[in-house]
């Protein structure tokens, strides 16, 4: 059984660039979440994916956008980047409804805005 | 949208010592989850607790959910320096989403 698999682990980019995060989900999960975690603070919900379709999102404006692919993979696309968008992004499968079972995350891409 | 808090933000403690951190809400939960976060990791979950009064234990780990289901605690006993890291609780949707706290960070110094 795979885990969750994320790509860059790593990325510098200047503001007001795009960025695309890329995430794998664990084998058997269909629901995948992306969260952002700022330095000190806890994950913030950002959006949830269920069979290609957005189902929830957080508070965060639309330059943040998402996709699913029928295979439960999942991106993540951040337009017109800004300094406050540095942060650990991080995504997590699930099973719809699952939860009980809670959230199985990858490691997260580390996003620096300069 | 449910705000939950967690104390201490900061937790300082020899090896060997025992220790209790807690996750409150003014809400009641639905389900809790009990998270560790290592540095450059994402969270792992610990635990998922649904019923009031509820304890569970996993090792050295014991979780409690509060009767009314609107608070929780984490107790570690003879803590070691692998239990260092940022502990983080979540509330849990019925939708499947979940609402994070700020976390405890914990350092175990050997």
């Known amino acids: 059984e795979t885990g969750v698999t994320q790509s860059p682990t790593h990325l510098i980019k200047t503001r007001g660039q795009q960025v695309t995060l890329r995430c794998s989900s664990q084998s058997g999960h269909n629901t995948v979440s992306w969260y952002q975690q700022a330095l000190g603070q806890g994950p913030q919900f950002i959006f949830q994916?269920?069979?290609?379709?957005?189902?929830g999102r957080g508070n965060f404006p639309p330059r943040f956008s998402g996709l699913q692919f029928p295979n439960y993979s999942s991106e993540l696309n951040v337009n017109a980047l800004e300094l406050d968008d540095s942060a650990l992004y991080l995504c997590?499968?699930?099973?719809?409804?699952?939860?009980?079972?809670?959230?199985?995350f990858g490691s997260g891409t580390r996003l620096t805005v300069v | 949208t449910q705000l939950l808090e967690q104390s201490p933000q900061f937790l300082s403690i020899q090896e060997g010592e025992n220790l209790t951190v807690y996750c409150n809400s003014s809400s009641v939960f639905s389900s809790l989850q009990w998270y560790r976060q290592e540095p450059g990791e994402g969270p792992v979950l610990l635990v998922t607790?649904?019923?009031?009064?509820e304890v569970k234990k996993l090792k050295r780990l014991t979780f409690q959910f509060g009767d009314a289901r609107k608070d929780s605690s984490l107790h570690i006993t003879a803590a070691q320096p692998g239990d260092t890291g940022l502990y983080l609780c979540?509330?849990?949707?019925?939708?499947?989403?979940?609402?994070f706290g700020d976390g405890t960070t914990l350092t175990v110094k050997p």
């Open positions: 607790v649904v019923t009031g009064g």
């Open positions: 997590a499968s699930s099973l719809k409804n699952s939860a009980y079972y809670g959230y199985t």
């Open positions: 994916y269920y069979r290609e379709e957005e189902n």
């Open positions: 979540a509330e849990n949707t019925n939708a499947g989403k979940s609402t």
